[in-house]
């Protein structure tokens, strides 16, 4: 099992998790988060003195999924992700030891 | 005696002040309930529209809206209306005031204070129709024709003694002359804007975009409430005698009324079509009860009133989903609750003053309705061609607080030293 976890533009969310819903991925965790990769920020000016703005809102988005589906999420959330445009986000796999639904106890694969 | 007759000119001279002063804070009702029915990214920019607005209609009615409106009796049921100004125009002293036996009760400058904030409250009803799409000097641009002309213009058909009002259309706080002028000239800027993106969807659903702050939204909309009293109660223009008391006790207690049936009966209209009980459309139904009762809040008893602003609650909500289903995209409700609910106000005046005649108020919502269209849809289509009226797509995804305004409503995560250092 695998946890994939993407950081997207905000208004990117509605395309990924149509994507994500549409290759099968059946539950998602969303938070709004504020970063920076390679993007810089922008100078703001509040009541004349200057200040960097170095956080932009992204959304990161968690996915437990099976280990041999994570090629195509990874490529589903590229794919309604990108906007060739710099910010676009990145994506992260990490290994994931163990799930439980906690409504009926199942663990493992059953409960992803 | 003179003392009294002095006496009575101060005190109608006070209750115009006091009354605008009500309407004023109504700029505060509608900055509030923007701000917390629009995205948190975009509320600078909305709030800094409100009282840039505030401020461009103060100073363009003192400046030519005042003296195009009220020209004076020269211009009785003329459409044509005068060119002048306020400024160097003296006030009454007193022994012409004496001397003119009731004529001259109140202080002229009095009666530019009470409404000038009527020209603000008309204007203000734009900024939340294209909000979170327009530029904001696009905006202002627009406003200072507005307040300078286009609403002034149809105020003297009808409250100047034009030719509106020559033909027996009823109006008596302004259904017609400022909350369908203003929705009006909001729909013709929305038509030119367009929609908010992701608003609608390819497939022809709706999407809805949330409002970030339902106590400001709330809050917006008793400040309306309660700014109402001085919109109407002060259109009564008199206090001064037990009649003219009476009168105004009776608009006040007519206005809460309408308020209150709207709240209900969008409320229950809401829970009928949605299984739930929308704050947002009672909030907007409390504003259409308000806007129905606004042509006449004075001939109806309390009860009629209500049934008034009622039918006015049910109009609003469908009215919402309607404007949703041909893709006009309005995030407050501004030409519903203001313009068809407006053109409402003006039609329920014949069921309670005997007066008014169905043709004339229909003339009246008429002529407004394409004075204030044609005159605002060119005024948009310059403004659009010269410096363009939409943000970029870029700067509409980023929020227009940062494009426009250059700060954040709501900051967060700046430094312990005021920067991300």
């Known amino acids: 099992m695998?946890?994939?976890?993407?950081?997207?533009k905000p208004f990117k969310l509605d395309d990924v998790r149509e994507g994500l819903s549409e290759i099968g991925v059946q539950g998602i965790t969303v938070t709004e988060v504020k970063g920076f990769g390679r993007q810089k920020g922008h100078t703001e000016l509040y009541r004349g003195a200057e200040y960097v703005v170095d956080f932009l809102p992204k959304v990161k988005i968690e996915a437990a999924v099976a280990a041999d589906m994570v090629d195509k999420v990874i490529d589903a959330i590229t794919k309604s992700a990108n906007t060739g445009k710099i910010g676009d986000g990145k994506i992260f796999v990490s290994s994931l030891e163990q799930t439980v639904r906690i409504r009926t106890g199942e663990t493992g694969p059953e409960a992803l | 005696?003179?003392?009294?007759?002095?006496?009575?000119?101060?005190?109608?001279?006070?209750?115009?002040?006091?009354?605008?002063?009500?309407?004023?804070?109504?700029?505060?009702?509608?900055?509030?309930?923007?701000?917390?029915?629009?995205?948190?990214?975009?509320?600078?920019?909305?709030?800094?529209?409100?009282?840039?607005?505030f401020a461009v209609a103060s100073i363009m009615?003192?400046?030519y809206g005042y003296s195009i409106m009220y020209p004076g009796d020269a211009f009785a049921g003329a459409w044509w209306p005068g060119i002048g100004s306020l400024l160097g125009s003296t006030d009454n002293t007193s022994a012409e005031v004496l001397a003119s036996g009731g004529d001259t009760y109140y202080s002229n400058l009095s009666d530019f204070f009470f409404q000038v904030v009527f020209v603000a409250t008309a204007m203000s009803i734009v900024s939340g129709a294209v909000a979170e799409r327009m530029k904001l000097w696009a905006f202002l641009i627009f406003a200072v024709v507005m307040t300078g002309f286009i609403y002034p213009v149809q105020g003297f058909w009808k409250?100047?003694?034009?030719?509106?009002d020559a033909l027996g259309f009823l109006d008596f706080a302004g259904s017609g002359v400022v909350h369908l002028c203003g929705a009006t000239a909001a729909f013709a800027g929305v038509l030119l804007l367009g929609a908010r993106k992701g608003k609608y969807r390819a497939d022809g659903t709706i999407s809805?975009?949330?409002?970030?702050?339902?106590?400001?939204a709330t809050l917006g909309t008793f400040i309306l409430w309660m700014g109402w009293f001085g919109f109407n109660g002060g259109s009564e223009l008199v206090i001064s005698n037990v009649e003219e008391a009476n009168a105004v006790a009776l608009v006040f207690v007519n206005t809460n009324a309408a308020a209150a049936g709207g709240v209900i009966a969008a409320m229950m209209v809401a829970r009928l079509l949605f299984g739930k009980t929308d704050l947002t459309m009672a909030l907007n139904g409390a504003l259409a009860g308000l806007v129905a009762i606004t042509a006449e809040p004075l001939t109806p008893t309390p009860l009629l009133a209500t049934g008034i602003g009622a039918v006015g609650g049910v109009i609003v909500v469908f009215s919402i989903l309607a404007l949703d289903k041909i893709r006009i995209d309005d995030p407050v409700g501004a030409i519903s609750v203001h313009g068809v609910v407006g053109m409402w106000g003006l039609l329920a005046v014949v069921l309670s003053n005997p007066?008014?005649?169905?043709?004339?108020?229909l003339t009246g919502l008429g002529v407004i309705f394409a004075w204030t269209f044609v005159a605002s849809i060119v005024t948009w289509g310059i403004i659009k061609m010269v410096i363009g009226i939409r943000v970029s797509e870029e700067e509409e995804y980023a929020g227009v607080d940062l494009s426009e305004c250059g700060l954040e409503a709501y900051p967060e995560f700046v430094g312990s030293q005021g920067s991300g250092k």
Do not use: H
Not at chain 1, 3 to 8: K, M, N, P, Y
Not at chain 2, 355 to 361: F, G, R
């Open chain 1, 2 to 8: 695998k946890l994939v976890t993407a950081i997207i």
């Open chain 2, 1 to 53: 005696m003179d003392a009294i007759t002095e006496l009575s000119y101060a005190l109608d001279t006070f209750y115009f002040l006091v009354t605008g002063v009500l309407v004023m804070w109504m700029a505060a009702g509608f900055s509030m309930l923007e701000a917390g029915l629009v995205r948190a990214k975009n509320t600078a920019e909305i709030l800094t529209k409100n009282i840039s607005l």
């Open chain 2, 61 to 63: 009615y003192m400046l």
């Open chain 2, 159 to 164: 409250w100047g003694g034009g030719a509106l």
């Open chain 2, 208 to 216: 809805p975009i949330p409002g970030c702050n339902m106590p400001l």
């Open chain 2, 355 to 361: 007066d008014a005649t169905l043709v004339a108020q």
